[in-house]
């Protein structure tokens, strides 16, 4: 059973930078495609950025392309997101997710850590 904790988070400013990471642990990681989503009440929960476990191109949502890159290590087991250029509209709760091959849903979650992006 694949088990995920997100760390970092918290409150920035406009145009600031944070770093998200997820502890990963769990056997056959590589059957999993991982990702970063991020939930704002009221709204969809959108799939910011996503990574297969096994190596692969990463997915970005327009969204934030350009501003946030997901990298994975798969020594230690983590999962990172670089956010740079933040915006207010970035301000939610994310998420460290995944799913397993071939899946629609990520049915894997971590506990979640807000961001706030103060104007």
């Known amino acids: 059973q694949v088990q995920l904790a997100e760390s970092g988070g918290g409150l920035v400013q406009v145009g600031g930078s944070l770093r998200l990471s997820c502890a990963v642990s769990g056997s056959a990681l590589s059957l999993y495609t991982m990702g970063w989503l991020r939930q704002v009440p009221g709204k969809e929960r959108e799939v910011v950025a996503a990574?297969?476990?096994?190596?692969?191109?990463?997915y970005y949502a327009d969204s934030v392309k350009g501003r946030f890159t997901v990298s994975r290590d798969t020594r230690r087991n983590t999962m990172g997101l670089n956010m740079n250029n933040l915006k207010p509209e970035d301000t939610a709760v994310y998420y460290c997710?995944?799913?397993?091959?071939?899946?629609?849903?990520?049915?894997?979650w971590g506990q979640g850590t807000q961001v706030t992006v103060s104007s």
């Open positions: 990574v297969y476990w096994g190596g692969g191109s990463p």
């Open positions: 997710a995944a799913k397993f091959r071939g899946s629609e849903d990520y049915s894997i």
